[in-house]
């Protein structure tokens, strides 16, 4: 099985701020890569396909990038409804496997 | 827009079976371009994903390793819905568990459309 490592586990900051996540997977898996934001009580959403295209209704202050085994998620500018946990998921082989995920907290 | 509404108990004893219902509101759990799947969510396992079922031409079963040979994803097309029935439960499959649509014209592991979410916990 893919094995997908992101970092931090837990990030602080502040509305405004520039935040990078990171993901890397345990082997090649070109650009499918996909990003999910969770709230509390709530299912995943998917945020990003395909490594760096945004899913319909999410703003452009999203973006990513990468490809073969690294990639990241940046948010360019914090808004308080980003406050949330957010994971990576490789969709290149079953069975699909998800990073331990980010929470990212108010500073 | 496809809507997916989970049901089910959210306490199951161990050795006994888990089952829940996942029905299907704007698409066809027969589409020939849809995967219906289960995933679940734990502190200590994470999101794990479980199996899928999906029609091409015939039926097609898809499951993780970890949990094959107690696991059972089964479509019922009368009712437009499909079921995951997990057996010999332990408390390590207490999670919350989720069901979730694939676009296969997409991307076979792209989960687009989500339930609600069951938190069922495995306790005597």
């Known amino acids: 099985d893919i094995q997908m490592t992101q970092s931090p586990s837990s990030l602080s900051a502040s509305v405004g701020d520039r935040v990078i996540v990171t993901c890397r997977a345990s082997?090649?898996?070109?650009?499918?890569l996909n990003w999910y934001q969770q709230k509390p009580g709530k299912a995943p959403k998917l945020l990003m396909f395909?490594?760096?295209s945004l899913e319909s209704g999410i703003p452009s202050r999203f973006s990513g990038s990468g490809s073969g085994t690294d990639f990241t998620l940046i948010i360019s500018s914090l808004q308080p409804e980003d406050f949330a946990t957010y994971y990576c998921?490789?969709?290149?082989?079953?069975?699909?496997?998800f990073g331990q995920g980010t929470k990212l907290e108010i500073k | 827009q496809v809507q997916l509404q989970q049901s089910g108990p959210q306490l199951v004893k161990p050795s006994q079976t888990l089952s829940l219902t996942c029905a299907i509101s704007?698409?066809?759990?027969?589409?020939?371009?849809?995967?219906w799947n289960w995933i679940r969510q734990s502190p200590s396992r994470g999101l794990e994903w479980l199996g899928r079922?999906?029609?091409?031409?015939?039926?097609?079963?898809d499951y993780v390793v970890s949990v094959k040979g107690r696991i059972i994803i089964d479509p019922d097309i009368s009712k437009n819905q499909f079921s995951l029935q997990l057996n010999s439960v332990t408390p390590e499959d207490t999670a919350v568990y989720y069901c979730?649509?694939?676009?296969?014209?997409?991307?076979?592991?792209?989960?687009?459309?989500w339930g609600q979410g069951t938190l069922v916990t495995v306790s005597s």
């Open positions: 079922t999906y029609y091409r031409s015939k039926w097609h079963y």
């Open positions: 082997q090649s898996i070109s650009t499918y």
């Open positions: 998921q490789q969709s290149w082989s079953s069975p699909y496997t």
């Open positions: 704007g698409d066809s759990v027969s589409s020939n371009s849809a995967a």
């Open positions: 395909g490594t760096s």
């Open positions: 979730a649509r694939v676009d296969s014209g997409h991307d076979w592991g792209r989960f687009e459309d």
